[in-house]
């Protein structure tokens, strides 16, 4: 069982950035394939940036070369970096967990999700 915990939400203005992180329970993180989820009102969720164990790394178009993920396995934690927000970048940012080695972009593959952790970009 893994407890997945977000913060580092917030309100930005466009252009502005943010540092989500995600703290993971338990002592096999290592393990896991990570993933970034978004999903906006009205909208289904969506893949945002993957890392597999190996740190094999898979990013969204829409975000490629704004955002960046990155693991600290001693710390058990994920993070995403988040540069050049914009206001269609606003969602409820997920993260999720997988035991694989496998870079997995659909929400059903994953087992473990986090309560989530809101993103707001204004204009």
């Known amino acids: 069982q893994v407890q997945l915990v977000e913060s580092g939400g917030g309100l930005v203005q466009a252009g502005g950035s943010l540092r989500l992180s995600c703290a993971a329970s338990g002592r096999t993180f290592s ?3 990570m993933g970034w989820f978004r999903q906006a009102p009205g909208k289904e969720r969506e893949a945002v940036a993957v890392i597999s164990r190996t740190t094999t790394r898979y990013y969204a178009d829409f975000v490629k070369g704004r955002f960046t993920i990155s693991r600290d396995n001693a710390k058990n934690t994920v993070y995403l970096e988040m540069n050049s927000l914009k206001p269609e970048d606003t ?3 997920f993260c ?3 035991d694989t080695n496998v870079v997995r972009t659909r929400s059903q593959e994953y087992d473990y999700w986090g309560q989530g ?3 707001t970009v204004s204009s």
């Open 31 to 33: 393990r896991y394939t």
């Open 91 to 93: 969602a409820v940012y």
């Open 96 to 98: 999720a967990a997988r």
């Open 117 to 119: 952790t809101q993103v």
